[in-house]
């Protein structure tokens, strides 16, 4: 070997040193630049388009004979004000039904041999008169009967009390201000869930052991819902005077006690929105902050907020709809700026669609889309815009700094600024802007809010309602949560991450112990709903409009149940309740145990038919 090959050699050598290191500090940036982006996160996740337009025209239509009867009674102040739910349940539940009101009477009372089931959605069984009796015959006979609220007592329901399980009662009423289902009864069931202002509203009964019960106050000491059979049928009854959007789970669960089965459809996702994100760091009182971390808003959302909300994600398998807002300056004329400072936008934007999230419009600012014309209920702070092209030049100007920040992005979910919209930006977002195809504003009434149910509207747009929010969450929004898990089998929740600088969201409870209420409250909801779809916003579009185009006519037979499905483009999912024996072989679909006698079944096909065991 001469001296020049080994210097050559050696050199060599060198060279590919360098070059390993070289390559080793590239892998090094390399994997930084993943981890900062997130693509190192990528889980495979339901994802639900939206079907054809022409198939939207179904929405809940209920569809075989109608076997349903459901009693109300204008004349007594309960029934009147309770009945418009009952009516919103049973169209949910794809229930066809008759309406009989006692204070004017169809005639309905007369042909009982119809119907298999009656929702007695009245307080007094004397309203009832000479019929009363011929209805007790009636469930004698087979049929299935609910007395969905709590009863008076008076000498009516002491001549027919002995038949649905009550030996005693009490003209005093009791105290509900707990719920507790059985374990096997309702999703997340075992537990007590607390009724924000309850009151002395529930029938103090005593009653006969051939009951079964299946929900009472947190001590046991009110019996809430109970079965009793009587000869060939059965009485069900509720005694939980709450009904209102955020109880209907209550009244669907004790209506499914009805006959040998129940089915109906659900929409069978979860889904959590961040709100205002990514926009500018929020402006506000930083007092709370700079109290428990010593630190600047912004540092706080980059070094804590969002790694805590990353973490959470992770360990809860959730992909978060971030909604834009591009500034927070409240011009509501004509002209308006861009916001030029994009750096922040990019990189939380990015960080959450490479962990498989998604975006969403919440706004140019935070105005509502409120032209000049409207007028506010209650004031909120916010202006209106000046005319209805300022309005329209604001979604345009959102739309264009969305899509030049994240090309290719989908942007099909839309969230109202402090969910206030009004009829003409509504008008304006169903008409003028193709891509957006959901809109998740909130489903419960407040002043100006755009309340919605889930369904999907005359102009397209699927209505994905949220039902709960914050890091709070008080009482009411965990009921409201138990409540639509076992209505709907839905999960909706949105956060804001300006609610650190907000006392009326929780501020001076701080970081650390919101944040324990929404990591305690997602722990609920994986232990209650295990099997429940992870989506995001705009899956949640596809899994509602799937839901509200399913109806479902059933036939029930001795040893099968066969279920006719209209509406199902791929697939679709119901809920199932056996009341007598157990799911066996099942064609067209798939079912699961959920709790007890109560089951998901995944839909393939039009026909599905269930093999029941006894
Ligand atoms: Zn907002």
Known sequence: MSIFEKKSKTKDHRFYITLRVFAGFCAFFLLLLLERVGIIYKYPHPVINLVSADEKSANKKAVGDTTCLLIVDSNNETSLADRNEFEQILKDMRIAYDLEDLADKKGHLEELNKYKTIVYATTDVSAMGNTLLDMVEWVADGGSMLFALPLQKTNELNVIGPNVGIEESGYEYSMVDTFLPTEDFMLGGGQVYKIQDGYESALTVGLSDKCNVYATTADGSVPIIWEKDYKNGRFVV??????????????????????????????????????????????????????????????????????????????????????????????????????????????????????????????????????????????????????????????????????????????????????????????????????????ASTYFEGNDAYTQEFEVAEDGIVETPRIISGGILDDYMRFSAFSELNFHFVNSHFIHPDDLLDADRGAALGWETLKGNLSNYMEWLDKSAPDIRHVTGNSMAGAVQRYSMLSCDKEEKENEIILDFKGVSDEAYCFIRLNRGKAGEVTGGSIKNLVGDLYLLKIDDDKVTIVIDH
């Open 238 to 439: 509720c005694n939980f005077a709450y009904c209102q959007k955020a109880y209907r789970g209550v009244y669907a669960a004790a209506y499914s006690l009805l006959g040998d089965s129940c089915v109906y459809p659900v929409i069978n996702a979860s889904t959590y929105y961040l709100d205002d994100f990514p926009s500018p760091v929020p402006q506000g009182d930083g007092t709370y902050i700079e109290r428990d971390y010593h630190m600047q808003t912004a540092d706080f959302y980059s070094s804590v907020w969002w790694p805590d909300m990353l973490t959470l994600a992770e360990e809860h398998d959730i992909q978060y709809t971030g909604l834009i807002i591009e500034t927070y300056e409240g011009n509501t004329s004509e002209k308006l700026n861009s916001n030029l400072s994009t750096a922040d936008f990019y990189y939380y934007g990015n960080m959450l669609l490479n962990r498989g999230g998604t975006l969403g419009y919440h706004g140019y600012n935070h105005q509502p889309l409120c032209g000049p014309n409207y007028t506010y209920e209650e004031d909120h702070g916010y202006k209106v815009w000046e005319s209805f092209d300022a309005m329209h030049n604001a979604m345009d100007e959102l739309e264009r700094f969305s899509k030049s920040i994240f090309t290719g992005a989908e942007f099909a979910v839309y969230v109202p600024p402090s969910n206030i919209l009004s009829d003409e930006g509504r008008y304006m977002l169903g008409h003028d802007y193709d891509d957006i195809k959901c809109i």
